[in-house]
């Protein structure tokens, strides 16, 4: 689907929340874990702000444990845009990070929900037209970037799940389907309280290789689930655990903390 440097930043990002209640600003502060067969290969960061109508979330990841062995991946992540009603409306979003000795960077501009400019760096490879998926004149409108792809503005738990949210990463164009799966409960540091899980569904849209098994195991195969907790009082739920499954095994997100401050 993507570079590793590129798919890390996009992963770290399934568990990134952001603060946007209108009531008074906030802030937030989330630590995480990624994990694999139980050995944590990648750890992140975050801190996330809201006041008035906008939000800004900063972010770093890196390799961890044995990961650091095979790819040593460090870079910082962020996102900044406006709140539109109950929908967050990116206006900019970055990703630079070094694997080794190589040097990437994402950068994503939008005006109004729509993606105005697209630069990668190292620019893709040139595609084969015979199996390549090019974007749309419409599939980059009313879009969100990896960080805020992540966030739901809901009534309560029980209204979470049942969405499609429409992702785009710098390259490609995908439907994130939220089914309910069950609810429950956790204890991190900061929070306490009442979960729900959703089954998540992907859903190549464009800017992809066709029949490529990573993402055809993805579609088809994969069981993506996401636990989803409030932060604060504000209306947003935000992930706080997840699990991939991949043809290899089983990628874990966690939170270590996930805590809402003044």
């Known amino acids: ?14 568990a990134l929340p952001t603060s946007t209640s209108a009531a008074a600003p906030r802030s937030f502060k989330g630590e995480y874990t990624v994990s694999f067969l139980g050995l944590s290969v990648a750890k992140a960061t975050f801190s996330s ?6 939000y800004s979330i900063d972010g770093s990841v890196s390799s961890a444990g044995l990961a650091t062995i095979f790819d040593d991946t460090r870079g910082t992540i ?8 109950t929908q967050l409306q990116p206006q900019a979003f970055r990703a630079d990070y070094k694997s080794g000795e190589k040097t990437s960077m994402i950068d994503i501009q939008f005006a109004n929900g729509t993606v105005t400019a697209t630069k ?16 749309g004149a419409n599939d980059l409108a009313s879009v969100l970037d990896p960080m805020a792809a992540t ?9 979470v ?20 799966d069950s609810k429950g409960s956790t204890s ?22 066709k029949n490529r098994k990573a993402l055809n195991y993805l579609k088809n195969r994969s069981r993506i689930m996401v636990t989803f907790a409030p932060v604060g009082q504000t209306g947003v739920y935000a992930p706080i655990h997840a699990t991939v499954s991949t043809q290899i095994g089983t990628l874990t997100v966690s939170a270590g903390r996930f805590e809402v401050t003044e």
Do not use: Q
Not at 1 to 14: D, G, I, T
């Open 1 to 14: 689907m993507l570079r590793s440097s590129h798919a890390l930043a996009v992963l770290l990002a399934v």
């Open 49 to 54: 702000s809201y006041e008035g109508d906008t």
């Open 78 to 85: 962020s996102s900044k845009g406006r709140i539109s009603g």
């Open 120 to 135: 990668v760096v190292p620019a893709p490879r040139k595609r084969n037209p015979r199996n390549w998926i090019p974007l």
């Open 151 to 159: 966030v739901i503005h809901a009534d309560s738990l029980d209204k």
């Open 161 to 180: 799940c049942g969405r499609t949210v429409k992702l785009y990463d710098g390259e490609m164009r995908a439907n994130l389907t939220l089914t309910y």
């Open 188 to 209: 991190v540091r900061g929070y306490e309280g009442d979960t729900v899980t959703c089954r998540m569904g992907f859903e190549p849209v464009a800017g992809y290789r």
